[in-house]
């Protein structure tokens, strides 16, 4: 069930990037070889805007059997945004090591189906946070086509915090609480096109973590029914390089 939905967000989106691979490429096929002398360069930098999409994997507790009134929980994809800095270390003619921070937007939300006399309701319980992201990762690049055109496909860990997890209200009795570090690993792929002044690329990448975030409240029911939640995300960017 992980792979199918993993494969159907994949299928949806990789679809308007490759739209846009193929818009970008007669701009950039024009016979001459843009930036041709940044494929000597040791260290450049750049920038990243993106769309991220993320919820939890949910992994009940053995008291979930022990509440009539709770029937179902599960966690929707929540939408989000992310800003950060591009550092590259050539490392390699076709590897380079990646780190860059980001400043990630996100709502993750965890919806309850109970049950009532009237009948089936959902609640919601929504956490908002924003992360400081630090992604350290290894890129592989394709050569050129076309002369200012290429694909890549990336792999990494990264360690997230949140800069939320202090507030007052996560440290309410009645909101499912989080963990403030996630560790996770993430993999992509995504092209780059060389324009004159600077590099353009549109990435697409998984997320997932590896440590439970769920930090249990004490005779909060919703908390109860909870054993293990570990972040899933998608993430679309572009980024610019120079």
């Not at 990336?154 to 996560?170: E, Q, T, Y």
């Not at 004490?218 to 960017?237: C, F, P, W």
Request: charged share 20%; proline share 3%; glycine share 6%.
């Amino acid at each position: 069930m992980e792979i199918a939905n993993i494969w159907s967000k994949l299928h949806l989106h990789r679809s308007a990037v490759v739209l846009v691979a193929l818009l970008l490429m007669p701009l950039v096929a024009q016979g001459q070889i843009n930036f041709e002398n940044h494929d000597n360069k040791r260290v450049h930098f750049g920038m990243l805007m993106g769309y991220n999409s993320t919820r939890f994997s949910v992994e009940h507790s053995e008291a979930f059997i022990l509440h009539d009134s709770i029937k179902v929980v599960e966690s929707p994809n929540s939408a989000g945004f992310n800003l950060g800095i591009v550092s590259n270390l050539k490392v390699g003619r076709r590897l380079d090591l990646r780190f860059i921070p980001t400043l990630i937007f996100a709502e993750k939300e965890l919806r309850y189906v109970e049950v009532s006399g009237a009948g089936d309701f959902i609640r919601k319980n929504t956490i908002e946070s924003i992360y400081l992201s630090f992604p350290i990762g290894l890129k592989y690049k394709s050569d050129r086509f076309y002369d200012n055109f290429r694909f890549y496909i990336l792999g990494g860990v990264k360690v997230d915090w949140d800069l939320a997890s202090n507030s007052k209200k996560r440290k309410a009795n009645d909101i499912v609480k989080l963990a403030p570090i996630d560790v996770g690993v993430e993999m992509g792929f995504g092209f780059e096109f060389y324009f004159p002044l600077f590099i353009f690329s549109p990435e697409i990448k998984l997320s997932r973590g590896l440590n439970n975030v769920h930090v249990p409240t004490e005779n909060y029911q919703y908390s109860d029914v909870l054993e293990n939640l570990r972040s899933r995300t998608l993430t679309i960017s572009l980024q610019f390089e120079g």
